[in-house]
């Protein structure tokens, strides 16, 4: 029996003006354009925004191999490559889309102009020009429009190299888009690039350079790696799979106590420290998914939450991997395969409960002389019903009050379980979750007139009423919260 078929191509305009609408970032389509360059080879990529009102336009020009004519035509092609086909390891790509659907997000012309062995191609497509004849089906112009000739000079000194442009950038420059929007979109792609690419811009053998509008990008590292305050970063696990190995390093980073206010504001990364927490899933060290929790949890998936701002997960996949994980067009989501999340779960509740640990005890370190833990001033009892917080009556200072108060102790007692019953726990909660940030306390930075008055006052009660010595007095000083944070204020007691 003969089957019946026909022939149903899509037509050229409904097709691409319905992918305009894939929910690409300007920040996003960018990084898709210079995946593209990376993969040719290139070690250097300007990216140009030129303001000129509803003629602005982008440029990102590269340094790597270029295109023959035929190698231009098939990358300006939609749909010319099967994403299930294998390609190489350092490979960005997958789909085949990329250069067209991140430009056509942004953009209604997009001109190509390669060179590869000193020869020169220029391929465009052109939106309105195909609007225009909308029976002439998918026409590839070749050279650049009337009057942007001069926007690919930048490439013809060059014996190799591709250069991508955008043009009537209809979904950037809108109804009442100013220069200064233009200036606010500049630093945010420049803040998304650093993060995406920071893998391979930093260090001394970085493996890119990458400009924005001639100033050098530099890379924003989500780890901190190397700073002297991480409290925590764990040894590089790998799990292997059928396609290719997985491998997963967690980190907790510094409380703010132990921040700057510089390196605070800087390490909060482009949408803030809550949103910033979770995974960091790389391929061939480029970042796809920056932060989130993958869709993982118990009962239900977990949130970013204020407890655990200070988790971030290296997580690092192959280029084989993009089925498994359900990697999209715009490399933008990820999904682990089922095989892998309890592998996941377990690592990011170890991270989790680590960072909160360093978020609800404000950093608060094992004292240097030996293992002995920090005497705090509160004390959780963990209920059938729940949590409870007490006053501890054993901190040095507390205990000071009770063993001299004589008469007075039981109203002191009573005293305490009044401050204990009403924390307005509620309020700080609400308080903390609406501001992003735990409340601040006098107690905190340099010491000052207040912290050395109740520090001086402790420590001569240690040695008049407990009789110790000056030393003995300092080491039980720097076991108990909060002067354990002033070291150098401690020395000086006594002295």
Known sequence: MTLKTRSAPPHAMAMLEALRGLGYSTSAALADIIDNSISAGAKEVCVDFVWDGLSSRISILDNGRGMSDAELESAMRLGDKNPLDLRAAHDLGRFGMGLKTASFSQCRRLTVKSIKNEVESCLRWDLDELAANPDGGWLLFEGPADGSASYLDALNAAKSGTLVLWELMDRVVTGGYTVNNFNDLIDTVESQLAMIFHRLLQGPRAKLKLLLNGRAVAPWDPFMSGHAAKPWTS?????????????????????RDKLTVAEFEENAGPTGWTAQQGFYVYRNERLLVAGGWLGLGNARAWNREEAHRLARIRLDIPNTADADWKIDVRKSTARPPVSLRPWLMSL?????????????YRGTPTPAQGNAPIEQAWRVDRLKAGMRYRIDQNHPSVAAVLAGAGELQPLIKSMLRVIEETVPVQRIWLDTAENKETPRTSFEGEPNEAIIEVASVLFEDLIERKKLSVE????????TEPFQKYPSLVAKLGS
């Open 235 to 255: 040894p590089v696990t790998n799990h292997a799979t059928s396609y290719g190995n997985v491998a997963v390093q967690c980190h907790v980073l510094p409380h």
């Open 348 to 360: 990011a509740e170890n991270t989790r409960e680590r960072a909160r640990q360093v978020f609800a």
């Open 472 to 479: 003995e007095a300092r080491k039980t000083m720097l076991r």
